[in-house]
């Protein structure tokens, strides 16, 4: 489901409120991650959140977009679920891929926001930033009962005006340092440490 674009939304990417399920993924598997009973509805509360051009001279990301809070966060609080595509095939190249679920089968699930997304595509990686990151990927089962990759705010509040940083883990980060990486794994995906 898409909806109005947030303010600085690049025009070649497609705002998502609701994901969007990719022809990659089993039948069998969408089941489980949206389990057919449930309708989905859009939340009637925005993310307190907003994308700004990071223009800080020693910000690593500076020229490119984050996110930053729009109000105060509490510790532990749900910020945004991180929409894109779910797919099972490989995106080796996206640099918003995120790893979602893993069937008993063996079989890897991903969230990809490359194409595709919502604000939370964003977010920022906390090294060169700041001492640490004041959010964290953790997945959950929305109102709908579909299962989502969220953001939720750390132990301590984030400030308003504060960028949101996570995490994204070594592996995305040695992915894309080493020429020999294997880059089709679910270690280079955002999230993975
Ligand atoms: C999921 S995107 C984050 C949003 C991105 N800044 C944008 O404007 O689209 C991931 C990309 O952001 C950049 N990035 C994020 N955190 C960074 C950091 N701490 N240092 C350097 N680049 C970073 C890298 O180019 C990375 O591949």
């Given amino acids: 489901m898409s909806s109005a674009e947030p303010p ?5 990417v497609q705002y998502l409120c609701t994901q969007r399920y990719h022809s990659s993924v089993p039948n069998n598997i969408r089941d489980h991650l949206l389990p057919k009973s449930q309708t989905r509805s859009l ?39 991180y929409v894109g595509e779910v797919h099972c095939d490989e995106r080796p190249n996206s ?3 995120l790893s979602l679920y893993r069937s008993p089968e ?5 969230v990809d926001a490359s194409r595709v ?18 959010a ?8 709908a009962g579909e299962l989502c ?6 132990k301590e509040e984030v400030r308003k005006g504060q960028e949101i940083l996570v995490s994204y883990g070594k592996g995305f980060w040695q992915a894309r340092s080493s020429s020999t990486a294997e880059s089709a794994c679910d270690a280079c995906k955002l999230g993975s440490e």
């Avoid at 993310?47 to 977009?65: E, F, L, M, W, Y």
């Avoid at 063996?106 to 991903?110: D, E, K, L, M």
């Avoid at 990759?149 to 750390?154: E, F, L, Q, T």
Wanted: hydrophobic residues 30%; without cysteine.
């Fill in 117 to 134: 997304g919502n604000e939370a595509r964003f977010i920022n990686d906390y090294r060169g930033v700041a001492l640490k990151p004041n």
């Fill in 8 to 12: 600085r939304w690049p025009s070649d």
């Fill in 149 to 154: 990759m969220a953001v939720w705010s750390g």
């Fill in 136 to 143: 964290l990927f953790e997945e959950r089962r929305n109102a």
């Fill in 43 to 81: 939340s009637s509360t925005a993310p307190p959140v907003s994308i700004k051009q990071v223009t800080t001279d020693n910000h690593p990301a500076k020229g490119q977009r984050g996110l930053f809070a729009t109000r105060k966060i509490p510790p532990r609080t749900h910020i945004i679920d």
């Fill in 106 to 110: 063996g079989v890897s699930v991903g």
């Fill in 95 to 97: 640099d918003y891929d």
